[in-house]
């Protein structure tokens, strides 16, 4: 079977406006940018693999000084894949500039709101504006992180627009659980993610997050063929990770005897 990713991911920035307590991606406003030359990079990179679907993330992507031009390089560069926005969306609501350049390039735009985000006012605001151009809009809130009353609001907001509302738990955060006893390597995100960090370096899970830990970058001339490449080793994050599925193998996929 031809194998194609569901999602490539590119982190274009680590800054943010917000700084939300278990939030590991950002570094609030001493964060950086990733450069216009390295994210053409990134784009010659992924014409050459299969894929479904491009996410845009932070940080929070709309507080990169070149947020309209790089959402417009991609969308024009990627025909045909699904362009997805992850944002707090508190730019969009107060800067029409940065909702012109998201209306213009995305498909989905997904929303995490609860108390950490603050950013209610924000979200309430900007997602029936989403919703009337025909955006699929997903807000998801985090259950350790907002009150009932809260959550009953936002599913309220998404009824009545038609957007979807999630919930979920804190993931990605090493909170001081039992390590996980890794036995085979983990298959959850198989030929499911690419990560793409904010220096070039590669990640075939979207949780992985151990600093200096990535398989390839995309630097590596055989950046195509390292993306289906079977995976021989966990990544350090693993030992933390809530969502850890044993394969039972040493390598994933299975080769082939
Ligand atoms: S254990 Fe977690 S970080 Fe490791 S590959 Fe599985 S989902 Fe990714």
């Known amino acids: 079977m031809p194998r194609i990713l569901k999602t490539a991911k590119i982190k274009i920035t680590t800054k943010c406006n ?46 990169h000084r070149d947020f309209p031009a790089l959402s417009t390089l991609a969308r024009t560069r990627l025909p045909g894949r699904v362009m997805v926005l992850g944002t707090n969306a508190i730019t969009l609501a107060r800067n029409q500039r940065i909702m ?18 603050q950013n209610y006012d924000e979200v309430h605001a900007v997602v029936p504006r ?27 907001l998404c009824a009545s627009t038609g957007a979807i509302h999630v919930t979920n738990h804190v993931h990605h ?59 021989g080793h966990h990544f350090r994050f693993c030992l933390r990770c809530h969502e850890y599925t044993d394969s039972g193998s040493t390598v994933v996929p299975a080769l082939a005897t």
């Open 130 to 156: 989403l919703r009337e151009t025909g955006k699929t809009v997903v807000v998801n809130s985090v259950l350790e992180g907002i009150s009932s009353t809260r959550l009953d609001q936002l599913a309220g």
């Open 173 to 231: 955060v090493d909170v001081g659980q039992p390590a996980n006893e890794l036995r085979g390597l983990c298959d959850r995100y198989l030929d499911q993610h690419l990560m793409i960090e904010m220096d070039g370096s590669c990640y075939r899970c979207f949780n992985a997050m151990a600093k200096d830990d990535s398989e390839f970058s995309i630097w590596d001339e055989d950046f195509a063929a390292k993306v289906f490449a079977p995976r």
């Open 100 to 117: 012109e350049a998201t209306l213009r390039s995305y498909d989905q735009i997904l929303i995490g709101c609860d108390d950490e985000h």
């Open 18 to 63: 917000r700084s939300c307590d278990f939030c590991i991606f950002a570094d609030g406003a001493q964060g950086e940018n990733m450069s216009q030359e390295l994210f053409t990079t990134v784009l010659d990179r992924l014409e050459t693999i299969p894929f479904q679907q491009l996410h845009i993330n932070g940080g929070e992507p709309t507080v």
